[in-house]
């Protein structure tokens, strides 16, 4: 399954299958960018980072892409679990005080 | 492990209550952060400070101060509770202001005005 960030907040995938996560960022200045994940009732919690230097980079079962020509970001998480379901959100770092911008997130459902 | 602390969970407040949000951290992180979250608008930053006794608006500072009297401990403060101030608050940290590093949260703290 796929969504497309702001404009598809729900994602509902199959126990097993393959998720993705988009998410399109604002200033072409941001060099470094977080994935959260936010259970119901919870503060966020850290998935993967990945710096403007990379493309990708591989974490356990999730992997980030960052396409800086067009600004976008995605989130793959393989062998989604119904564990995984929560609300996903990206950040960008914009310098300056290492502050962050955050997008308004997609809600990851795991159908068992 | 880092370790940021809100104290408060879940309050109640009144409208014109002056409301105090505490945050603690524990791992000697330079940056502290106040963000509000609501649906549908992601986290605002509201405030944050980069060193013991300075502060720097956010994105909505309106109706809200800050204290960093200690690096470790970053409290929100609303002078005068408002309904519209009803929200999750999220209070987070960073090690550095310079160096672009994770950004540590809380468990957040609901507050709700009525």
């Known amino acids: 399954g796929e969504s497309v960030g702001l404009h598809l907040p729900t994602l509902s995938v199959q126990e097993g299958d393959n998720s993705i996560i988009n998410c399109a960022y604002s200033n072409s200045a941001s060099d470094y960018f977080i994935w959260y994940k936010q259970e119901s009732g919870k503060g966020p919690q850290f998935i993967i980072d990945i710096r403007s230097n990379m493309d990708k980079r591989q974490g356990q079962r999730v992997t980030v892409l960052l396409n800086k020509t067009v600004k976008h970001l995605s989130l793959q998480i393989a062998a989604t679990q119904p564990g995984d379901s929560a609300v996903y959100f990206c950040?960008?770092?914009?310098?300056?005080?290492?502050?962050?911008?955050f997008g308004s997130g997609t809600k990851l459902n795991v159908k068992p | 492990d880092v370790k940021v602390t809100q104290s408060s969970r879940y309050l109640v407040k009144r409208t014109g209550e002056k409301v105090f949000l505490e945050c603690v951290q524990d791992?000697?992180?330079?940056?502290m952060f106040w963000y509000r979250q609501d649906p549908g608008l992601g986290l605002r930053l509201i405030y944050f400070s980069y060193d013991v006794k300075m502060k720097e608006k956010g994105d909505i500072p309106e109706g809200y101060s800050v204290s960093r009297e200690k690096k470790e401990r970053f409290s929100l403060i609303l002078e005068s509770a408002s309904t519209n101030q009803t929200s999750m608050y999220l209070c987070?940290?960073?090690?550095?202001?310079?160096?672009?590093?994770?950004?540590?949260f809380g468990e957040g703290s609901r507050l709700t005005v009525l």
């Open positions: 950040a960008e770092n914009i310098g300056n005080f290492n502050k962050f911008y």
């Open positions: 987070a940290s960073t090690l550095s202001r310079v160096v672009a590093g994770e950004l540590f």
């Open positions: 791992m000697d992180h330079e940056n």
